[in-house]
């Protein structure tokens, strides 16, 4: 009678050992799943926050550069009225293999040069697989007031092509470090389950 007594006891705290070993493993793989489902979706509108900023800040830069420089070399021209001479710095200008376009404008934003007027930012983004950047600069006279204004159209391909160049060499380091994480990962779970009678014996205890 008593071994038998003493069998269900035994067979009772095996029993909810095992439970409580159950309940615990399951815990933990609803955190791991959890946590794997909140960074996914974090890590997605990150890179969708990411992509939208990097196209900005990679063609930004040079073409607010490009078009300050340009306003500068083009204003004599401008404040001589000397259409000629206009045109003839926006032919070298437009050597610069970026440029797609300038256009300049007076004051009152009335079209003045290159002669005939050059094609629309919506035409131009239609001849390319990516849209060109617009940048509007002031020109200013000699005693600061706004004489005209400078657009360009800059080649987005161009300017992000080293770029883009090395953020391929980051995706190989992002993959790279992501079969990293699987190997480590992979014998994390082994050495759980290797310790799992240890974890076992600890809820029998």
Do not use: C
């Not at 009152?108 to 005939?116: K, T």
């Amino acid at each position: 009678m008593l071994n038998h007594l003493e069998s269900e006891r035994i067979a009772h705290k095996h029993s909810v050992s095992h439970s409580a070993y159950t309940a615990f493993k399951r815990l933990i793989h609803t955190i791991i799943m959890a946590t794997a489902v909140a960074l996914a979706v974090g890590l997605f509108l990150m890179y969708q926050q990411y992509q939208s900023h990097w196209v900005d800040v990679q063609t930004a830069q040079p073409g607010s550069s490009i078009s300050s420089q340009y306003s500068k070399i083009l204003q004599p021209a401008l404040v001589a009225q000397d259409t000629v001479q206009l045109a003839r710095l926006i032919t070298i200008a437009l050597e610069e293999p970026a440029v797609i376009s300038l256009s300049v404008f007076n004051a009152q934003g009335i079209y003045i040069a290159p002669l005939p007027r050059v094609d629309s930012v919506v035409a131009l983004a239609r001849e390319r697989d990516v849209a060109p950047s617009t940048h509007v600069e002031k020109i200013l006279g000699d005693d600061g007031k706004v004489i005209g204004y400078l657009n360009v159209n800059i080649d987005t391909e161009i300017v992000l092509s080293s770029p883009l160049t090395l953020r391929q060499q980051l995706w190989l380091i992002i993959s790279a470090a992501i079969v990293l994480a699987l190997i480590v990962g992979v014998y994390i779970t082994r050495g759980f389950y290797k310790f799992r009678p240890w974890i076992i014996n600890v809820f029998q205890s």
